[in-house]
């Protein structure tokens, strides 16, 4: 079995200050996790992935997560939050489970404000 | 453009009414999936599929239907609409010999059920 939680589900921000978004996970096997984003009426679209590699995963438009197994966490940060970073996040789960397919299990989302 | 490609965008349904939503993909990934979005709740899986022939129930598989008889195509049937089933749907696919299980996602189909 396996869940996410992301433990905001609204986070404000002013432009050019950090932004944290949390996500904790848990799962019986060897994970691997992703951050997607979503803007307005639009599908979703892969921000970083962690795969058993390097545990500091860096994504695109200058986000980036680190996966701390001690804590469960893959909490997605960026330096310096634009107008365009407004949009809803997703944390995702993926595990394999003997005898059946890869299961992807998302969590609620995070919906990210950036304030001018 | 290689991705996937949804139709329709938007469709209001009455109760009772069927409908099918489409869903191709020209990345000749093998596993496919449908996904329901409602506010506040996340993306849960319908079905999958892992490839042309073989599909399975998601979490929220109860009203819908599908079938897999090619790699590209994957449709979702709703055979007797309900309110319960006002949502956006999302498909999407990946290629499992990626290792990393990267979905690729179509834009969305937004249904409303009156």
């Known amino acids: 079995a396996q869940s996410v939680t992301q433990l905001d589900s609204h986070v404000s921000v002013s432009e050019g200050t950090p932004v944290l978004l949390r996500c904790n996970y848990s799962?019986?096997?060897?994970?691997?996790l992703f951050w997607y984003v979503q803007h307005p009426n639009k599908g979703l679209q892969l921000l970083l992935k962690?795969?058993?590699?390097?545990?500091l995963v860096k994504g695109i438009n200058g986000f980036e997560a680190e996966f701390k197994k001690s804590e469960t966490s893959f909490h997605l940060t960026k330096p310096s939050a634009h107008m365009s970073d407004a949009a809803e996040y997703f944390c995702v789960v993926s595990s394999f489970s003997p005898g059946s397919a890869r299961q992807l299990t998302f969590g609620s989302g995070t919906q990210l404000t950036v304030l001018p | 453009n290689a991705g996937v490609t949804q139709t329709p965008k938007f469709r209001i349904l009455k109760i009772g009414q069927s409908m099918t939503l489409q869903c191709t993909q020209d990345m000749n990934h093998n596993y496919m999936y449908w996904y329901r979005q409602d506010p506040g709740m996340g993306l849960k899986l319908i079905y999958y599929s892992v490839g042309a022939g073989i599909t399975d129930k998601g979490e929220v598989p109860n009203g819908y239907n599908v079938s897999r008889s090619t790699t590209e195509d994957f449709p979702l049937r709703l055979e007797l609409a309900a309110p319960s089933q006002t949502s956006v749907y999302f498909c999407a696919s990946t290629d499992p010999g990626s290792g990393a299980n990267v979905l690729t996602f179509g834009a969305g189909s937004r249904l409303t059920v009156l």
């Open positions: 799962s019986s096997y060897s994970p691997s």
């Open positions: 962690y795969t058993s590699a390097a545990t």
